[in-house]
């Protein structure tokens, strides 16, 4: 028994030791197309739950048999199958480009098969950015895609525009959709942007007409990170703590010494009266002894962020899961600015044993609580903090502050700072916002080729506005009076919008003889929304009790005065769409295809005859390289020849959002005091039933290439018309005293969008991923654009405001300026005959400018280095053929501020007597209030938009520590900018002086994986 018992170990360990001793441990690389390794690739040995992933170098190690197969896969790449055999080192390289699987509208197709003009910006250039929202990190990254932002408000909203201007009245922002659900154009505060794997902006007809009247403008489709089947559990930690500081100016502000010998000059102000504004001038050392406070430090400063996000991510055979915590706190530069945000994600995916069933879901849970200073951008001396930070006078210090009720008399323009010191003590405003993004799609192969799918998606948005003045402030003493001591007020206001869509679709796609590739989609969509907004507004707070958002200061209205009577509001709007459409694609052995798209669209905010609206579009493509007479072309990868030609409209009436008023349709009335104080009936407008949709067509040719070994040039170049008719515009229709002046919305008018989209990447060094080798690569976009306008609804073919016909979309129509008239020191104007005059006529000399607010030649530029484990990526973006009026530069340069703010230095130069050639009209000068364009001033601009330069740290390091990932970093945003403009942010596409200006953010990082 015992020998048999020995027998039997023996065998048992020798069967071990085959075992083990078939096991070997396989290494290797993965890389992508271009020889770039490729971080987070998962390999797995099929069949097992044996699995690894690869470090930054694209290393991996793995215990394996020689039967074994490794199934390598990549988000966005084909999965690899490689049998192990004898094999020690198993490299792999991916092919194709790295989003293999386009999104194109409802459908994808790869690279090779699709038709239509688009541009996926993938997470590496959006991930670790200290931006607020994801909207402003695309800036500068695709042609034709301009994102203006008016705010440095932390979070603030984009406007954002896709091949220009496509409406005068109606909405001119893309449909944004955030896995699958309808997402809300303005307002990305509340997301994380680390949740971001890709952005894909789809620009042309053939992939717009499937989105009907929404995509009329573009579509950008937001991708977040998924998990990988079969890949283990991934811990990823992001840290990021950002500095943002105020961008520079050229305007020049006087110092205390300047502008007091200014004002004793004029015999104006504290330098020409005195302090105690006895009529005394200041002396030379009372003025030299003046402090000079920097008012711009002390609304402003400098502003701490800190951005943490923690994620995991896993998959089995059948199910993947990504969950992500975030947590961003910035504070602005402007005080009593900042944004705190707290983000959950969780996104799940599952399938069927046989893969005929997959289930998908995605949801975000946010929190987000802004501090916005309001009136920003306004003239109020006691509202607007950026107002008191540059026209404040700098012999003021913030120790001649003391209380609200010392500033009402003498009511002086001078203590503009002290009002705004009050006004921080004693004023508060708060937004509060839960936002909740969620989709659901899933999928069923119900018989062979055909698939039944469904996605829906839901937005919903919570914010709730807190804000109160309190009583002893010099603003409710100032309004209220010495009649009403607790003057002040609360108010309170929560608005609710709640967006659903649903898309059902039946596709069929089969390909037969191996070259006869066929799809046909059939699909119904509906979406609606809703609006709940209700909030008060109470006059009135005791001080004594008064709490910050729980109404315990509320003071009762009384018999005796009106002080205390409080406002309530609430309304509530709704709004739907039902669509109903079809999609065919057809491609041949992916060398010729083609797509077409059939939509029906019906609009709640039309009457029922004009309701609906029909949208079409055609693509078709060329693949040149496919051809046999390109077979010894081996430098040319890639060469593809693409158009379309559609039709899409928009429903957006004037611009307002979904919500924008259905009673554009409808004569409406409203109650109010009327005679006597009776309640009466009044019109609030007068409908047109035959109002109807805007209709824009689009045509678009182009050519996608890839030239060179492994493709190292590329790039795109897309030629676009894009015309739009039937345009909302108001016609006047009563002129007469008493009815408002109304207007009736009509569909009048043409726009057209003309231009060049271009795009083009270059591997100057490709080193095939070798880490401690070289690698370069620039890359660069362009677009150029001109609108031109047509048909407008006025005989003289001219609406100041808007354009001319023949002309660009809001060109400026302005009285010339022509300098200063050296004899007398008047400002001269060039009259409508261009013959020079003191004394333009605002009705009869305005000219058209040839110029205006909207740029026309756009684009960015990049350069990606990386040696040894450090890397250094740059993005430039750039703007020309931008026209704004400074009127912060025009409110330096009036004379009539001095006594009152400061001014600038410009003022010193003004002219003094006859013969003196200069650019500064005198001071004495008698006809500066006439309007023209001596403020339009070119705003051209080359913007570092972002740098940023890192180290990975390397494999060795990275086993010691027990990572799987390790980076640190600094970048930057807005680092610096070239341009004319003298103001604070030459990208900012707005004219209105005294706003936010955008900041500079330096930012300091690590990224590590678990």
Do not use: C
Not at 205 to 211: E, H, M
Not at 518 to 547: C, M, S, V, W
Not at 551 to 576: C, E, R, T, W
Not at 649 to 674: A, E, H, K, M, R
């Amino acid at each position: 028994m015992k020998t048999k018992l020995k027998g039997i170990l023996t065998l048992f360990l020798a069967l071990a030791v085959q075992i083990a001793f078939a096991q070997q441990t396989v290494t290797g690389k993965v890389t992508d197309p271009t020889g770039e390794p490729v971080l987070g690739a998962t390999v797995l040995v099929k069949g097992s739950s044996n699995a690894t992933t690869t470090d930054f170098d694209g290393n991996y190690s793995i215990q394996a048999s020689p039967e074994d197969i490794l199934q390598i896969s990549f988000a966005g790449y084909q999965t690899k199958e490689v049998t192990v055999g004898n094999q020690t080192v198993v490299n792999v390289a991916f092919e194709g480009d790295l989003d293999v699987v386009n999104i194109i509208g409802y459908r994808t197709a790869t690279p090779e098969t699709t038709n239509i003009s688009s541009k996926t910006i993938s997470s590496k250039t959006i991930e670790n950015r200290p931006n607020a929202s994801i909207v402003q990190t695309l800036s500068g990254q695709v042609a034709g895609l301009n994102v203006f932002t008016q705010s440095g408000q932390p979070g603030a909203n984009s406007t954002v525009n896709i091949r220009g201007i496509a409406s005068i009245n109606g909405d001119s922002e893309p449909l944004f959709i955030i896995d699958g659900a309808f997402a809300d154009q303005d307002n990305f505060r509340s997301l994380n942007p680390q949740d971001v794997e890709s952005v894909t902006v789809l620009k042309d007809a053939g992939a717009l007409a499937i989105y009907g009247n929404r995509g009329t403008n573009g579509v950008i489709i937001i991708k977040t990170r998924r998990g990988e089947f079969n890949q283990p559990l991934k811990i990823g930690v992001n840290s990021i703590l950002s500095y943002t500081t105020l961008q520079g100016n050229d305007y020049d502000i006087m110092n205390s010494q300047q502008l007091l010998n200014l004002e004793r000059d004029r015999g104006v102000g504290v330098g020409g009266r005195g302090f105690d504004n006895s009529g005394t001038p200041l002396t030379d050392a009372e003025i030299a002894a003046a402090p000079n406070t920097n008012w711009r430090e002390y609304f402003f400063n400098t502003g701490l962020t800190s951005n943490q996000t923690v994620s995991l991510s896993s998959g089995g055979k059948k199910s993947t899961q990504y969950t992500s915590i975030g947590y961003f706190d910035q504070e602005g530069i402007l005080v009593q600015s900042d944004l705190k945000r707290f983000n959950i994600r969780n996104n799940f995916s599952t399938q069927s044993e046989n893969e005929k069933f997959k289930f998908n879901s995605q949801l975000s849970v946010n929190y987000s609580k802004s501090n916005e200073p309001n009136a920003i951008g306004g003239s109020g001396i006691n509202r607007n903090f950026v107002l008191s930070a540059y026209q404040s006078v700098p012999y003021l210090s913030p120790d001649d502050y003391t209380n609200g009720a010392d500033l009402l008399a003498p009511l002086l323009f001078r203590n503009t700072p002290l009002f705004m010191i009050d006004r921080l003590r004693t004023y508060d405003r708060f937004d509060e916002e839960v936002r909740i993004l969620g989709s659901i799609d899933a999928s069923y192969e119900v018989a062979k080729n055909v698939t039944v799918a469904s996605v829906t998606g839901v937005d919903f948005i919570n914010t709730y506005l807190t804000r109160a003045e309190q009583s002893q402030s010099f603003n409710a003493l100032l309004f209220g009076g010495g009649a009403n001591p607790t003057a002040g007020f609360m108010q309170q206001n929560s608005n609710r919008t709640f967006a659903f869509n649903q898309t059902t679709s039946v596709r069929y796609d089969n390909t037969f003889n191996e070259k006869h590739t066929i799809g046909l989609g059939l699909f119904t969509e509906y979406l609606k929304q809703h609006r709940r907004n209700i909030g008060f507004f109470a006059n009135g707070l005791d001080p004594r009790t008064f709490a910050l958002g729980d109404g315990a200061g509320f003071v009762d209205d009384n018999p005796n005065n009106d002080f205390f009577v409080d406002n309530i509001n609430a309304d509530a709007s709704n709004g739907g769409l039902f669509s109903y459409f079809a999609a065919l694609d057809y491609d041949y052995d992916t060398r010729f295809g083609f797509g077409a798209v059939l939509r029906r669209d019906s609009s709640y905010r039309f009457i029922e005859d004009n309701k609906w609206g029909t949208f079409y579009s055609f693509s078709g493509r060329w693949n040149v390289n496919k051809e046999k007479f390109m077979d010894d072309v081996s430098w040319v990868k890639v060469l593809k020849l693409r158009a379309s030609y559609g039709v899409t409209g928009n429903q957006d009436v004037n611009g307002d959002g979904f919500f924008s008023p259905t009673s554009l349709i409808l004569d409406t009335f409203g109650t109010g005091s009327g005679y006597g104080g009776v309640n009466s009936l009044f019109p609030n407008g007068f409908g047109n039933p035959s109002l109807q949709w805007e209709e824009v067509t689009q045509t678009n040719i182009g050519v996608d290439f890839e030239l060179l070994q492994n493709g190292r040039l590329r790039g795109a170049v897309d030629y676009y018309v894009r015309r739009a008719d039937e345009l909302f515009q108001p016609n006047r229709i009563s002129g007469v005293v008493g009815t408002g002046g109304f207007t009736q919305s009509a569909n009048v008018g043409t726009l057209f969008n003309r231009g060049v989209d271009f795009d083009l990447s270059y591997d100057i060094i490709q080193s095939l991923g070798d880490r401690d080798k070289l690698n370069l690569s620039i890359g660069g976009n362009f677009n150029h654009n001109r609108s031109e306008l047509q048909d407008l609804p006025n005989e003289e073919g001219e609406i100041p405001g808007i354009g001319r016909d023949g002309g660009q979309l809001f060109e400026y129509f302005t009285v010339r300026y022509a300098g200063v008239n050296p004899a007398n020191g008047n400002a001269l104007f060039l009259d409508a005959n261009g013959n020079l005059t003191e004394t333009p006529s605002q009705d009869n000399d305005q000219v058209w400018s040839g110029k205006n607010l909207v740029p026309e030649f756009t684009g960015g530029f990049t350069m990606d280095i990386d040696y040894k484990g450090f890397y250094l990526q740059t993005l430039f973006n750039f703007a020309t053929g931008l026209d704004r009026f400074d009127n912060n530069l025009s409110i330096f340069q009036n004379q009539n501020n001095i006594g009152q703010f400061n001014v600038s230095n410009d003022l010193l130069r003004a002219w003094s007597a006859p013969g003196d050639i200069t650019d500064i009209p005198s001071l004495d000068a008698n006809n500066l209030d006439n309007a023209s364009d001596r403020y339009l001033r070119e705003a051209d601009y080359l913007r570092l938009r972002f740098v940023n330069i890192g180290y990975n740290f390397d494999r060795a390091t990275l086993e010691k520590f027990k990572l799987d990932r390790l980076r640190v970093f600094v970048n930057s945003e807005n680092l610096f900018t070239i341009s004319k403009w003298r103001g604070f942010d030459a990208s900012t596409l707005s004219n209105t002086s005294r706003l936010y200006p955008t900041p500079r953010i330096i930012s300091f990082g690590v990224e590590l994986g678990l």
